[in-house]
């Protein structure tokens, strides 16, 4: 009966060894066009282990054999790929996603969307600034916007504000 019990207990630590095996897995991430995107971040699902891509669009990243591995960056749509046994270099194509982002508006202390700002807002047009002579951004904006103060670095004549 011991021996019973070793050789299944043998048997049952072999399996579960095979099952959980790692393996380092590398790749590119691309745009459906084959440009390579760098900076792409490349995670197992469900945890804190990943990394980025480089500036030629390559990962390489230890996983475990029935891991899930997402590749997502930016105005792409995010793409999961499970990993088996036969995969050590796995390639990601990410498709461009299109999103309607609201207004933003830059505020002191961060950036918040049109509709959820509770102060005023003053909008200059470009058409407006366009039409101005002065080669100075900060003379030009002088006076269009309301409770916008333009002042110069010091008193004296001609200083840039």
Known sequence: MKKIFLLLSLLFGISVTIYAQERIISGTVSTESGELLPGVSVVVKGTTIGTTTDVNGEYGLKVNLDDVIVASFIGFEPK?????????????????SVVAVDEVVVVGYGTQRKKDVTTSIATVDSEALSKETNGNVGTTLQGKASGVQVIGSSGGPGVSP
């Open 80 to 96: 999961e790929v499970l990993v088996t046994g036969k995969l050590a270099n796995i390639n990601f194509k990410l498709k461009e």
